[in-house]
């Protein structure tokens, strides 16, 4: 079956698509994007990150390419024809195609892209239970990690370094030396006294993880102990467990940051538990508001 992808109004060969070589997206990085987890047919969270992707759209000033409703019809079409039940949507919205001037051109409809593929996170019963590693790279991002935005070279940068270092995710850290979160990841520890920790989202140094959301909700109606600080790379290896979250990744535990060993050095209880909870409220479609406010996009 040959992948479809959605550029500008058309469904097209995902081999054949292609967007003009003068897409503020191309030549600038001009643009926003999201990733959503489908779960056997269902958006996991659709809500939020739709939520999400008007406040990075607002925040760069770039207009809504079609109605919310519009947007999830197109969504819907994508998986069909791509027939996912499993896996994953990319969106990507850039301000769209103008001959090249760093100002904003006036007039122009944003451009779109939706593509789609098959991907089966590991089942809730089966853990897994190796863990993954980790190493430290400073924060070299811009001050607004909070808009999804599709300038990701520090990003790449950080997570290639992990890769040549044979490990997951760089956990990135700021110039005071607190760690701000993953190069695609949102970063979390569970201390000794079984407090859950993740850096706020209230200061804009972090993009506020959907997923990152759906676990503090989970968390808060499961009883366990959370609270949103900073904490340092030191902390993070005297905890009980460190753990990442994604929409992709979902959640994995961090078993040894810059090859020392976190707590025991295995995958601990506590992402066990979330990851059930997870599993859980994700083949429901997910657990955050799905009534959004705030809504300023043509209907
Ligand atoms: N990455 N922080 C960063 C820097 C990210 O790129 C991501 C997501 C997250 C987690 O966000 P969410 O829970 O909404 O997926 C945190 C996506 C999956 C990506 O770029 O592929």
Not at 26 to 50: M, S
Request: include cysteine; charge should be positive; aromatic fraction near 6%.
């Amino acid at each position: 079956m040959s992948r479809i992808a959605y550029v500008n109004g058309q469904y097209a060969l995902h081999g054949e698509a292609s967007v003009h070589i003068e897409d503020r997206g191309y030549q600038f990085a001009d643009g926003v994007y999201e990733v959503i987890n489908i779960d056997g047919g269902r958006f996991v969270d659709e809500e939020a990150h739709l939520d999400r992707l008007d406040r990075s759209l607002d925040e760069l000033r770039i207009a809504w390419p079609m109605s919310r409703r519009a947007m999830k019809l197109v969504m819907r079409q994508v998986v069909h024809r791509n027939m996912i039940k499993d896996g994953l949507i990319y969106i990507q919205i850039t301000r769209g195609v103008a001959p090249r001037d760093h100002g904003f051109p006036h007039g122009i409809p944003p451009s779109i892209v939706m593509t789609a593929k098959t991907f089966k996170s590991l089942p809730a019963e089966q853990p897994d239970d190796v863990g993954v590693a980790a190493i430290t790279h400073p924060d070299i991002r811009w001050s607004r990690p909070d808009i999804k935005s599709v300038a990701l070279l520090p990003n790449i940068l950080c997570k290639q370094k992990a890769r040549e270092a044979g490990a997951y995710e760089a956990l990135l850290v700021d110039s005071a030396g607190y760690v701000t979160e993953g190069s695609s990841t949102n970063v979390w520890i569970v201390t000794k006294n079984n407090e859950v920790v993740t850096r706020a989202a209230n200061e804009n140094a972090i993009l506020n993880g959907i997923t990152r959301q759906a676990f503090i909700k989970l968390m808060a109606a499961d009883g366990l102990s959370f609270v949103e600080r900073k904490f340092t790379i030191a902390e993070a290896l005297e905890a009980k467990e460190c753990f990442i979250t994604a929409s992709s990744t979902r959640i994995k535990s961090v078993v040894s940051i810059d090859g020392k060993p976190v707590g025991n050095g295995h995958p601990g209880e506590t992402v066990a538990r979330l990851r059930r909870l997870y599993w859980t409220a994700a083949e429901a479609g997910g657990v955050l508001p799905k009534v959004p406010t705030n809504i300023r996009e043509k209907r």
